[in-house]
C-alpha cells in the first residue's frame, strides 16, 4: 500500500468519524445509531495503520491486493447497515399503523361520544 | 327483555373503504335493508373525497384513519373496533358495491350456527356467474389449490373479502400479524393453523363493479411473490393458537 493510499484512508475515516460525532453532539444523529459508525471507521484507521493485520486478513479471506479486503469490509458494512434500516423501518411503519388505528378508534369516540354499544 | 338481549348476537357490518364517494352510499344503503337494526362501520382508509361524509350521511358509523394505509389495515381497524365494543360476530363486505348484501344473512348463520369462525363468501360454489380474465382466473385456480392443500379441506375462493367472522378470529385478527396491504390466501393459512374452523357459502359477486381493480400493472406479479413468501413464511413460523 503506497504512502499516500494510506493517508487518503485515515484522513477519510477521520473525516466520516469527526462527522458522526458532530451530528451527535447538534442531536442530529442519536447515540444509538452512531457506534456502527464510529466502528466502521475505526477499524478501517487501525487496518491502515497495521499493516500486517490488513495483510493477515487479505490471506485469510483470500483476496489478492489488501486494498480489495478494505472495500469487501466498505461493502459488508454497508449492507449490514441498509439491513438495520429496513428493519427498523419495517418496525417504525407498523408502530405508525398501529398509531393511525388508534387514533381512529379514538376519534370516532370523541366525535360520536354518545355512541351506542352494540344495537341489540 | 333484559334476558333476550343476552342472548342475542352482536353483529357488527364492517365495510373498509377507499376513494369510494359513488358507490358507498348505495352500497350501506342496501346493507341497512338486508340487515335492519345492524350496525354498519365503514372504515375510511384516508380517501381524499368525499367517502366519509356520504357514509356518514347514510346511516353507517365511520371511522377515518389519518391516511391511506391499505385493505388489510382498514379492516384490522374495524376488528379492534369490534372487540372493543363487545360484538360477537363481523360480518365484512367491500365498499365498491361487488358483495351483494342477499348472502349476509347466510354468512352470519354460518358463523353463528354453523360453527364456523371463517365463513368465506365463495363466487364459485354456483350462485351467480362470475366471469374473470384468464390472468385473473389462473391467480384464483393457484391460490385455491395452495389454501386448499395447506388447510387441509376445499377453499374455493381463498381471494373473497367477503366474510364473517367470529369473535375468535376477530381477535386473532385484531393481533400484530395481521398483514396490512391484502389479506388473502396466506391469512386463511395461517387461521387454519391457528385452529380456526373454516367453511365456505356460495355468494353472486359483481365482476364489473370493481372499474379500477386493485390488481393492475404489475401488482399481481410483486401480489403473487408476496402471497407465496407470505404462505412459506407462514409454514415455517409457529403460529399461536387462537383462544
Redesign the interface.
Known sequence: MFLHQKIFAVVASLLIMALVVELVRRRKLREEYSWLWLLTGAVIVALVLWYDLLVALTRLIGAIAPTTTLFIFGLLFLMVISLHYSIQISKLS?QV??M??E???L??KVE?PA?P???? | MAEE?ET?E???ILIPAFNEEEKIQAVVRDVRKEMP???VLV?NDGSGDQTEARARASGA???????N?GYG?AL??GY??AL????DCVLQMDGDGQHDPRYLPALRREVLEGGVDVAIGSRFLGEGDYRAGWARQLGIALFRRVASTLCGQRITDPTSGYQALSRRAVEFCAL?SFP?DYPDADVLVMMHRAGLRLGEVPVRMHPNARGRSMHSGLKPLYYLYKMFLSIALNCIRRERPAR
Not at chain 2, 358509523?61 to 391516511?67: E, K, N, Q, S
Not at chain 2, 372493543?84 to 360484538?87: L, S
Open positions: 407498523h399503523k398501529t393511525a388505528q387514533l381512529a378508534l376519534r370516532g360520536e355512541e354499544g352494540p344495537e341489540t | 338481549r342475542r352482536r353483529i357488527l337494526g345492524v350496525p372504515v358509523r365511520v371511522l377515518t384513519h389519518p391516511f394505509m389495515a384490522q381497524t379492534k373496533y372493543r365494543h363487545g360484538f400484530d396490512g
